[in-house]
């Protein structure tokens, strides 16, 4: 079988994370070419001994027999780079969010559906096995009809205020992943979005025009309800849980920690901590989510999570923070 040749754009946290899968648990792939505008990162590319190194993503895509991109660059980038890999007929695989304006957005898809190319965005929650077993019992009516969806979602401490300026906001960077788990548990679109939000956690956030901490309850439209919760600090470790109530009874997914173990003693029963970052949570999820892309490549088959998935998150994102400016329910189609 012809291996499926490969480039990766973005050597960060999240980029070197995707090249370390792609080189080490896909043998049907070859990366041919990495890109990255910091010379110091030619030396990942080393490390891997990839072929190629790019500053540029336009010499990226001219790499001879390309076939697909994972693009895990900043995020004022994203756009850009997938009408570019688009229109020269590159299949794609994109972090979130495509952009931070839905304009913007509407014209990248459309721009993929006229090229005919796949564009699978990196919403990796999909693809934990705890949550894909909801998805599954859900699916198959063990909870009954849904009627409350409950969603856990803290940091075990914020980023650098650095980033915080650059991320789009607490909605669009870190809640938007709650608000496409809400639309994948439920398999419902939502109509109605009300958000109440604070600065808890480091004063700095706020004086950077974000917030910390939120509260945000969604509206489906047959009338269920999802709760979510963010926090950019929780002191003991990376807290992600998940909660759906139906007609028939519950199914609930906990927190993953490094061990099991419990000890009883005088002073109580203790355990370890969750995991504390979300690289070690969802360690087999970006894995899941790379096998899925190029499966989907493969196969013909629909992708797992398209760029219209991308689209539905961002609006709810950006009613919730229509929602906490205007102190009042928003209907999603107000900020469509």
């Known amino acids: 079988m012809k291996k499926i040749k490969v480039a990766v754009a973005g050597l960060g946290r999240i980029g070197k994370i995707h090249l370390t899968n792609l080189c080490q648990n896909f043998p049907e792939l070859e990366v041919v070419a990495v890109m990255d505008i910091i010379n110091e990162s030619k030396s990942i590319a080393d490390q891997f001994m990839i072929p190629k190194f790019e500053k540029n993503f336009d010499d990226l895509l001219a790499v001879p027999g390309l076939d697909a991109v994972i693009i895990c660059s900043p995020t004022d980038t994203h756009a850009d780079y997938v009408i570019k890999a688009a229109k020269a007929g590159k299949q794609i695989f994109c972090e979130k969010p495509l952009d931070l304006s839905l304009e913007q957005v509407a014209k990248t898809l459309d721009v993929v559906e006229q090229s005919g190319v796949k564009l699978m965005l990196g919403f990796n929650r999909r693809f934990d096995p705890n949550f894909l077993k909801i998805k599954s019992m859900v699916d198959a009516g063990q909870v009954g009809d849904p009627q409350i969806l409950k969603i856990t979602s803290r940091d075990p401490g914020p980023p650098p205020i650095s980033y915080i300026k650059v991320s789009g906001g607490l909605f669009m960077d870190m809640a938007i992943h709650d608000f496409d788990m809400a639309r994948y548990i439920m398999n419902k679109e939502v109509v109605e979005v009300y958000s109440r939000s604070a600065v808890l956690v480091d004063p700095a956030i706020g004086d950077a025009g974000d917030i910390d901490t939120a509260l945000t309850t969604l509206t489906f439209e047959d009338g269920t309800m999802a709760n979510i919760d963010n926090s950019r600090k929780a002191v003991y470790g990376y807290d992600q849980r998940l909660e759906v109530f139906g007609s028939k009874g519950m199914v ?17 029963i203790h355990g370890s901590l969750p995991l504390n970052f979300f690289l070690e949570r969802y360690t087999t999820s970006y894995l899941n989510e790379m096998a899925a892309f190029f499966k989907s490549i493969r196969t013909g088959e629909d992708l797992a999570v398209s760029g219209k998935d991308g689209l539905e998150a961002m609006k709810i994102a950006l009613a919730a923070l229509k929602s906490v400016k205007e102190n009042r329910p928003v209907l999603v189609y107000e900020v469509s």
Do not use: E
């Not at 609930?252 to 109580?268: I, L, R, V």
């Open 252 to 268: 609930k997914a906990d927190n993953n920690f490094p061990d099991n173990h419990q000890h009883y003693s005088a002073d109580g």
